[in-house]
Antibody
Framework: QVQLVESGGGLVKPGGSLRLSCAAS????????MSWIRQAPGKGLEWVSY????????YYADSVKGRFTISRDNAKNSLYLQMNSLRAEDTAVYYC??????????WGQGTLVTVSS | EIVMTQSPATLSVSPGERATLSCRAS??????LAWYQQKPGQAPRLLIY???TRATGIPARFSGSGSGTEFTLTISSLQSEDFAVYYC??????????FGPGTKVDIK
């Protein structure tokens, strides 16, 4: 059974940093591309970042480019999102998702990031 | 960037009735279109990909159609568990992937 469990969310001040993790199980993690998607409170879905199975190809949304870094450790079946220079508008639930091409086939339950002074 | 729009914003339907949700892309996305269902407090769930292929475990009452710029998600006979928000998302010429703003299906 595919399982994706995010962690690392919390309250952080503007300008601060946070590192999210996503622990994967139930599938061969190293075979799949992975994505981060976020959802601001009461709002819709926004794609954040995408990493290929080997980590060699990475994409970011313009809204986070230069501030966020996606990475993965296939030996640990884990996906990460390093978030720096956080802004109030980054407040959201962050989901990791297993991706097949651009299709987000499995989602974690999400972790809440709140950026506030 | 391809902009996705969805209509209506809210659809009020009685259980057992048919629901038809629309999604439009600002330029052609071929058949590279997915639909997701999100219930309150839950993560989204993949329903449809390739515009018309149901994901694993999705009931046959869910169907998708369309190509190019116009797409439809149809729920043939609404069950209580189908009341949720539905998002479309393109994955053509990405990045970025973009989502529509969602259609909320609620009980009439």
């Amino acid at each position: 059974q595919v399982q994706l469990v995010e962690s690392g969310g919390g309250l952080v001040k503007p300008g601060g940093s946070l590192r999210l993790s996503c622990a994967a199980s139930g599938f061969t993690f190293s075979d799949y591309y992975m994505s981060w998607i976020r959802q601001a409170p009461g709002k819709g879905l926004e794609w954040v970042s995408y990493i290929s199975s080997s980590g060699s190809t990475i994409y970011y949304a313009d809204s986070v480019k230069g501030r966020f870094t996606i990475s993965r450790d296939n030996a640990k079946n884990s996906l990460y999102l390093q978030m720096n220079s956080l802004r109030a508008e980054d407040t959201a639930v962050y989901y990791c998702a297993r991706s097949l091409g651009g299709v987000l086939v499995s989602w974690g339950q999400g972790t809440l990031v709140t950026v506030s002074s | 960037e391809i902009v996705m729009t969805q209509s209506p914003a809210t659809l009020s339907v009685s259980p057992g009735e048919r629901a038809t949700l629309s999604c439009r892309a600002s330029q052609s996305v071929s058949s590279n279109l997915a639909w997701y269902q999100q219930k309150p407090g839950q993560a989204p769930r993949l329903l449809i990909y390739g515009a018309s292929t149901r994901a694993t475990g999705i009931p046959a009452r869910f169907s998708g159609s369309g190509s190019g710029t116009e797409f439809t998600l149809t729920i043939s006979s609404l069950q209580s568990e189908d009341f949720a928000v539905y998002y479309c998302q393109h994955y053509n010429n990405w990045p970025p992937f973009t989502f529509g703003p969602g259609t909320k299906v609620d009980i009439k």
